[in-house]
């Protein structure tokens, strides 16, 4: 259950150690033996030299330097921030799994965002729909009935909205960041991104010229019609990438869908830096290339395609209603879906 993630998630993070509790713990463990050592010294001191009576003086010296340098504050008081900051952090709707995070983030100058049901609401509104009759879209319907895909989920509402049945294919594989194949009466059907058609050599795959993302399908290797969708800008998206920007963090955009709607959505959230149609690898790719050139880089995505990018991220950040391996992926849940997170995980 969504439940018993969270809590496991929680106990999770309660084990992790950041960096900075295990240095505090080395010097606590010199530091222990050092008291008791000079606590001794202090009553064999006091026993031998001090005035009289020598046992009362020696022991009450020894019990003051045992007191006053117990290292209680260091031993207690890196453990105690850590907790205090993951709880107020839990109560601003952000779960973090790895107390590493509260270390690391502030040393962040990347943050990589993912462009669907990321910077956008993931709930894309199915604006054209070219060449597909009935027949289409019920084979449609019966290839994204089994995606999780935010642009599944709502060309399932428009064809369901239309009364349409779906048919009955077999043998689906989804291809995270492109799309869906799958036989439907001894044709292969292949419904994704046009390069994703391309890829497969699908013939007649039209240039579509209307901005938003585009979803075709091709039954037998042939091009049958599409869908065109546009997906809103999530609310506050653009006051946190402004936020980042004052904090000195670069904002990168990287995105399965083609470079017409990227464009679109980097210009009205203020992102300069944009990488369009880069598969799931591509994406892990680029989070290594930015590591190896010495940055320190976040990740926040929702999707199975951003999933690696995720994990390999010096710190990863899922949308709270992302896919499960996202979630599982991701160092930091934005439970609330709001972007803000980011920047509040940062200060
Ligand atoms: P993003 O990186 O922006 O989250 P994705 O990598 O998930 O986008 O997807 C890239 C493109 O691949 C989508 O815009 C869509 O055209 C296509 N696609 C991916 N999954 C599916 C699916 N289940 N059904 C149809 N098209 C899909
Ligand atoms: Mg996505």
Redesign the pocket.
């Known amino acids: 259950t969504m439940l018993s993630q969270v809590v496991e998630m929680v106990a999770a993070s309660q084990r992790s150690r950041a960096p900075i509790q295990k240095l505090a713990d080395s010097v606590a463990g010199l530091f222990v033996p050092a008291v008791i050592a000079i606590a001794i010294l202090a009553f064999i001191g006091w026993a031998v030299w001090g005035p009289s009576p020598a046992f009362a003086y020696a022991l009450v010296s020894a019990v003051a330097v045992l007191i006053i340098a117990c290292p209680c504050a260091l031993g207690l008081a890196v453990p105690m921030s850590i907790m205090v900051g993951i709880g107020r952090a839990a109560t601003n709707g952000l779960l973090i799994r790895n107390s590493e995070v509260l270390q690391v983030a502030s040393t962040l100058d990347i943050v990589v965002l993912?462009?669907?049901?990321?910077l956008t609401m993931g709930e894309p509104e199915v604006n054209t729909i070219d060449g597909l009759n009935a027949q289409g879209l019920s084979i449609v319907l019966g290839?994204?009935q089994q995606?999780a895909?935010p642009?599944?989920k709502s060309?399932v509402s428009v064809c369901l909205g239309r009364h349409i049945t779906p048919a009955e294919v077999s043998s689906i594989t989804?291809?995270?960041?492109?799309?869906?194949v799958a036989e439907f009466l001894g044709d292969e059907l292949v419904?994704?991104?046009l390069s994703?058609l391309k890829q497969r050599r699908i013939s007649g795959v039209p240039e579509v010229e209307r901005i938003g993302?585009?979803?075709a399908l091709a039954v037998g290797s042939a091009y049958v019609g599409h869908f065109v969708l546009r997906d809103k800008v999530r609310e506050g998206a653009r006051e946190t990438i402004q936020s980042l920007l004052a904090l000195g963090v670069t904002p990168v955009m990287?995105?399965?869908?083609?470079s017409a709607i990227a464009e679109v959505v980097a210009e009205q959230v203020g992102i300069t830096e944009i990488h369009a149609e880069?598969s799931?690898e591509k994406?892990l790719a680029l989070i290594q290339a930015f590591q190896a050139a010495g940055h320190k880089v976040a990740m926040a995505?929702?999707?199975i395609?951003?999933a690696a990018a995720l994990s390999v991220a010096d710190v990863g950040f899922a949308m709270g209603l992302g896919s499960d391996v996202a979630l599982e992926s991701a160092d930091v849940t934005l439970r609330n879906n709001s972007l803000q997170g980011i920047e509040e995980i940062i200060r």
């Open positions: 993912d462009k669907t049901g990321t290839l994204e995606s895909h642009v599944a060309i989804e291809y995270p960041g492109g799309g869906v419904l994704g991104s994703f993302t585009v979803v990287l995105t399965g869908d083609r880069v799931p994406k995505g929702d999707g395609n951003d």
